[in-house]
């Protein structure tokens, strides 16, 4: 079955860094485009990264881009996202995502929060 478990959220203060790990198992990684999504406290889940099975590809939220980065080693079934000058309102759950089948599959999320 389809298993995806994040790691790597913590608490930063503003403008610190964080990368985030997301180790993939029950199909063929490297086959498969990638996504990081996050949900803040009252707010609806919003795609943050995607990135293409092969690495050629990526794409970001406006809120994020030339902070984070995706990344991905197909060798180690391992999605990443490298976080960068973090703000309070990238504060959220981080959860990684797949589309196998036409299903969609997350992982438990992994809390990341940016404060002072």
């Known amino acids: 079955q389809v298993q995806l478990v994040e790691s790597g959220g913590g608490l930063v203060q503003p403008g610190g860094s964080l990368r985030l790990s997301c180790a993939a198992s029950?199909?063929?990684?490297?086959?498969?485009?990638m996504n990081w999504y996050r949900q803040a406290p009252g707010k609806e889940r919003e795609l943050v990264a995607l990135i293409s099975s092969n690495s050629d590809y990526t794409n970001y939220a406006d809120s994020v881009k030339g902070r984070f980065t995706i990344s991905r080693d197909n060798a180690k079934n391992t999605l990443y996202l490298q976080m960068n000058s973090l703000k309070p309102e990238d504060t959220a759950v981080y959860y990684c995502n797949v589309v196998v089948f036409f299903a969609p599959y997350w992982g438990q999320g992994t809390q990341v929060t940016v404060s002072s």
């Open positions: 029950g199909f063929t990684f490297s086959s498969r485009p």
